[in-house]
């Protein structure tokens, strides 16, 4: 009876630890379950805590009272360094790339056609061209304060008259109606196209041949041979047919000054103006024979021709003195005059001409 009771004890006791076993596991279970439920969710709210707590904190700049500012260091930029300077522009360059019609300019005291031309970024040509109303193809013509018309582009600002149609302004000037049409400055229906007289039309690219009878007239013209033939030109002032002093057919500059101020050489203007100061000597560019000193109109003022006996003559103007007589001859080299700015000139300068058989050739071709 007693090992009954021993065995009903122990028996007990295993169930009492089994249902213990039980229990703790349906315990761990339930703790199991619940941490993969509420994970998510306390993952969640980890991340929301650590961005909060990431989120930078900005510190208020430090501020200086005035007297610790006055002590601070100054900085100085190191002398190897590259530095940016900025060099104040005193000349304006004129805007003309949006310019589709004419603009008016006053000339100024010291101002050539070419220096107009160069402010305007057109040719001389154009200016000359659409001034010929005032110009006639005389460069020499401009004087301070005269009003001249500017072109928007290179060619022809022409005025029409009431004899004008599209095709006679076309052809005077060596384009096609359409370029005319198609200017749109110009602002013409192209499928009606009426042009009104006293109106104004830029002919773009337009051109026209000068008269070059403005210029001193061919001293050279009766004589195909070489010799001036000065005797039966309408500048005789003396009988030179018995000098011939020849020259070299090298030419020198005719001025100590070696540069360009004024007008260049161009279809408007078959000379070049060289920059010589007001009195400054003016030198023979080649042996010859001096065959008019003196004054001339047309604007040339004062003026010296040499003719050179070989096909070549040179042409000196605006002088403010003359050191020779026609039938001198003269060496080159040797002093002929002074530079001035006689005649039609805004200031002074040399008007100088190199022509062969008659024909002006480019100074720039022959001097060294």
């Not at 149609?165 to 200017?183: G, N, P, Q, S």
């Amino acid at each position: 009876m007693s090992e009954q009771k021993q065995e009903n004890g122990t028996g007990g006791k295993e169930k009492r630890n089994s249902l213990a076993a039980w229990l703790i596991t349906a315990v761990l279970c339930a703790a199991l379950i619940s941490i993969l439920v509420w994970q998510p969710k306390v993952a969640s709210s980890m991340e929301w805590q650590n961005l909060t707590v990431l989120t930078p904190e900005y510190e208020q700049p430090e501020t200086f009272s005035q007297n610790a500012l006055d002590h601070m260091p100054q900085f100085f930029p190191q002398s190897g360094k590259q530095l940016l300077i900025r060099e104040p522009q005193t000349h304006t360059e004129i805007d003309t790339s949006l310019r589709t019609t004419a603009v008016e300019y006053t000339v100024q005291e010291g101002d050539a056609i070419f220096g107009i031309a160069e402010k305007f970024d057109v040719s001389p040509d154009s200016i000359m061209w659409s001034n010929e109303d005032i110009l006639n193809d005389n460069p020499h013509l401009i004087y301070a304060g005269q009003v001249l018309k500017i072109p928007p582009t290179d060619g022809v600002w022409y005025k029409l008259t009431t004899k004008d149609t599209l095709e006679k302004v076309a052809a005077k000037f060596h384009v096609t109606v359409r370029d005319i049409l198609l200017y749109v400055g110009n602002s013409l229906d192209l499928t009606n196209p009426t042009i009104e007289p006293e109106s104004y039309v830029m002919v773009p690219d337009g051109w026209r041949e000068y008269d070059t009878s403005i210029y001193v007239p061919n001293i050279l013209r009766d004589n195909p041979s070489g010799n001036a033939g000065v005797t039966t030109s309408e500048y005789f002032q003396c009988d030179t047919s018995g000098n011939t002093y020849a020259g070299s057919g090298n030419f020198i500059w005719p001025s100590s000054v070696h540069y360009i101020s004024g007008n260049d050489y161009f279809g408007g203007h078959l000379a070049i103006d060289i920059g010589a100061g007001m009195g400054s000597p003016i030198y023979a560019a080649d042996y010859g024979v001096v065959v008019y000193a003196g004054w001339m109109n047309g604007g040339y003022g004062n003026v010296i021709i040499i003719d050179h006996n070989n096909g070549f003559s040179t042409v000196y103007a605006h002088l403010s003195g003359i050191n020779v007589n026609c039938g001198n001859s003269v060496n080159q080299g040797g002093v002929i005059g002074y530079a001035g700015s006689t005649g039609n000139s805004t200031g002074a300068h040399l008007h100088f001409e190199i022509r062969y058989n008659g024909s002006w050739v480019n100074p720039h071709l022959w001097l060294p």
